[in-house]
């Protein structure tokens, strides 16, 4: 698996220790060397379970130091060789999911370190065939197209909000053109938050960006509609659905499956950010706080409003601009085929509200990721 110390990847590694068909897991990660690796996903392995000396008791993982971006991952010939040949599976969840990166740097991470670790994967079927890639793409690969979008469209938009969903829809397009090599399945989550019943997550960046500034009092309009509707689901569900449909082993092969609320369990804008002040209002009226105020601009009247502020205030206006398509623009996507991929598992979304006290408090708890601790799992 790739990514293993993002939100995704950090969270995957729990459930497939946790997996009997699991003999071995590879992590690759970046670092100096494979030590330094490995201490950076054990950090992350520790955020979502304190308990890290027991997790891997059979010494199932081993941890390598790569990169995506360079030829053969940046692996030793004699590592690749031992992938090549022990490989059953590969998850691919690394990516770079900055959305104010260069295009360049955004294709060379997201595109390029597909095809890359798709070479990958390429050997390892010639060698002794593989029996499954999993390629964690986006929801947003539509792009600015508004409306429903579905787990079965193919259409080039015409707009990409941010070079992040571009070189995520360009990989996405790439890894479909394999459909008929390999037996590849794309997921496509949408906003992905933390656990859904810890509200622990070891990245704060997406959602959790216009949180803080709130929580700060950094910030009194966000750019957007309060009605616009938003898809956010909880990691806990992501991993889970990703292992569950993967294990249908043949069934999911050549198919796209929307990890997303789908359209009955949408969220409002505005819904977001009323929970989110009422619950740090509550959290801090003993300190005698004001009840927290934030509303939305469209864009012109935050242009306004952005170029009334200075110093800190200013900057941070500008970063959130670039969350604006995703409180400003209709994009709904259909999980048909995943809810029915998922029948039998007692897997379904939930709606934001009924989990989003367990998150804003882990935002509190982990003081927005700079308390996290971590301890060194042995062995791996
Ligand atoms: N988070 C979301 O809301 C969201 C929503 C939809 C889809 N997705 C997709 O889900 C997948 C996982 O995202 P995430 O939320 O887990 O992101 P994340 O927390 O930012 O993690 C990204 C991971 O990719 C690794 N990575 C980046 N560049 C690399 C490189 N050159 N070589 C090797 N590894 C590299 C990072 O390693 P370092 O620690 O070294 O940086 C990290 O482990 C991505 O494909 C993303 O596009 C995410």
Excluded at 34 to 54: G, L, Y
Excluded at 114 to 131: M, Q
Excluded at 210 to 226: A, N, S, T, V, Y
Aim: with cysteine; charged share 20%.
């Amino acid at each position: 698996m790739t990514g293993a110390t993002g939100l995704v990847g950090g969270n995957l590694i729990h459930h497939f220790l946790e997996d009997k068909n699991v003999s071995r897991l590879y992590l690759l990660a970046r670092g100096k060397n494979d030590e330094d690796a490995k201490q950076r996903v054990h950090k992350t392995m520790n955020v979502f379970s304190p308990q890290i000396d027991k997790l891997d008791p059979h010494n199932k993982i081993r941890i390598l130091a790569g990169d995506i971006t360079r030829n053969n991952l940046a692996l030793s010939n004699e590592t690749y060789d031992e992938l090549t040949n022990n490989l059953t599976h590969i998850v691919h969840s690394a990516a770079n999911v900055k959305f104010q990166q260069s295009l360049e740097n955004a294709m060379l991470v997201n595109f390029q370190g597909t095809k890359n670790v798709f070479e990958l994967a390429r050997s390892v079927n010639a060698t002794n065939g593989i029996s499954k890639i999993a390629y964690i793409s986006t929801a947003y690969t539509c792009g600015e197209h508004e409306g429903v979008f579905y787990e079965d469209d193919s259409f080039r938009p015409s707009m990409f909000a941010n070079s992040y969903e571009r070189s995520k829809y360009e990989s996405d397009a790439y890894v479909q053109s394999l459909f008929n090599e390999l037996p590849v399945t794309i997921f496509r989550p949408s906003i992905i938050v933390g656990d859904s019943e810890s509200g622990i997550t070891n990245v704060f960046n997406g959602l959790y960006g216009p949180l803080e500034m709130i929580f700060m009092r950094l910030i009194r309009f966000l750019p957007g509609r309060k009605n616009t509707k938003m898809d956010i689901v909880p990691v806990d569900y992501v991993s889970k659905a990703i292992v569950n449909i993967m294990n249908l082993g043949k069934f999911s092969d050549g198919k796209i499956f929307h990890l997303t609320s789908g359209t009955d369990k949408l969220v409002e804008a505005g819904e977001v950010i009323k929970y989110a002040t009422d619950f740090y209002s509550l959290m801090m009226s003993n300190a005698g706080s004001q009840k927290l105020q934030t509303g939305f601009l469209d864009s012109e009247k935050y242009l306004k409003y952005k170029n009334s502020l200075s110093g800190a205030k200013a900057t941070i206006s500008k970063t959130l601009e670039s969350f604006a398509p995703y409180t400003t623009l209709n994009r709904t996507f259909d999980n048909t085929k995943t809810l029915d991929a998922l029948r039998g598992s007692g897997l379904s979304p939930s709606h934001f509200g009924e989990y989003c006290k367990k998150i804003f408090n882990y935002t509190i708890e982990a003081n927005w990721g700079r308390k996290i601790k971590f301890t060194a799992l042995a062995g791996g």
